[in-house]
């Protein structure tokens, strides 16, 4: 998004941090939902603190959750096994506290039932999606690799690599751009929960050795910088340490800060908030503008009113990268890409319990999810060529 020269950071959280345990269940309880009632409506916030699970919010569903059973669970595959990391998933107390949609808004959301007779968003608001040429994925070089660092933090705890590391962990990638291309990494941090009884070398070594070179490999120079555990001790964590709250990892969720967010999170949200699904939404179309060649960066942005199908506004940014005009992009993308919430459940395949994989990690870069497709681009070079 900028040219010249620079150094932009993002950071990325394990799949232990409070916050994203939160997401977690939230989305974990959403599945469940989807699972047996596709049409369930679900916003489902949660609250972690020590030994104690909150959850809260608006659910209508004809299937049967058992609320407890999920957020143990999800506490469980995370590794909250033992009562030292700050909660144990068999003896925490799960608090429930939901209550069904509000009918003001349920009617402005189902099919032939609204003012405008067909399905509207869930809110107003509005939603950004962005893809950049600077990786394979499309993704910002700093988040991708900021993920990839949290994703390995995860893996050498579990497959027991690194043995004596807890579940709760962060990471953090500086990238240094010219001309507005990244050329290297500057500063690596990573700061995972661990046992007693190592030291701060020990730690610092198996980190750089075992995460930080097998992930960031040709990114890094000999005048990287690594910080790991800054403190010297990261023994007390997890939601002992600090309280968890659904929605609070946006930034992480995202791009990083590389390109701008609407304000609404993700998880715990059915695919009728258009919160969540117009944010795919966006992401794939942006994604798919950038593959087709179109252009080396694209943001795309979305806005709705409450109860009405057809978006307020329709925006596309090029940051003078684009090789078409913007105004006859806007076009090109209300033609062939889906645009009313309704349209856009049933292209992307929505309402499915796909989520809970989503909540850690970033809803964006992983070909698993169905907004990252590329399946508009030869349409989009034939049209643009027109």
Known sequence: MIKGNY?????????????????QISDAILDACLEQDPMSR????????????????????????????????????IGYTKSSYGIEYETCAVMVHLEEQSPDISIGVTDGEGKYKEQGAGDQGMMFGYASNETPNYMP???????????KLA??????????????????????????????????????????GHSHDEIKADVIEKVIKPVCGDWLTKDTKFYVNPTGSFVVGGPQADAGLTGRKIIVDTYGGMGRHGGGCFSGK?????????????RYIAKNIVAAGLADQCEVQLAY??????????????????????????????????????????????????????????????DIFPWERLDKVEELKKIAAQ
């Open 7 to 23: 150094l932009f950071t993002s950071e990325s959280v394990t799949e232990g941090h409070p916050d994203k345990v939160c997401d």
């Open 42 to 77: 679900v916003a489902v916030e949660s609250l972690i603190k020590t030994g104690v699970v909150v959850v809260a919010g608006e659910l209508t569903t004809k299937g049967y959750v058992n609320i407890p059973k999920i957020a143990r669970e999800t506490l469980r595959e």
């Open 141 to 151: 070089l700093a988040i991708d690799l900021a993920h990839k660092l949290s994703m």
């Open 155 to 196: 893996e050498v705890r579990k497959n027991k690599t690194i043995p004596y590391f807890g579940p709760d962990g962060k990471s953090q990638v500086t990238v240094e751009y010219k001309e507005g291309k990244p050329q290297k990494v500057t500063t690596v941090v990573c700061s995972n929960q661990h046992d007693a």
């Open 270 to 282: 059915d695919p009728s908030k258009v919160d969540r699904s117009a944010a795919y939404a966006s």
């Open 305 to 366: 009113a409450i109860g009405v199908a057809e978006p307020v506004s329709v925006n596309v940014n090029f940051f003078d990268t684009g090789k078409i005009d913007e105004d006859k992009i806007v076009k090109i993308v209300r033609e062939i890409f889906p645009l009313k919430p309704a349209d856009i459940l049933k292209e992307l395949n929505l309402r499915r319990p796909i989520y809970r994989k989503t909540a850690a990690y970033g809803h964006f870069g992983r």
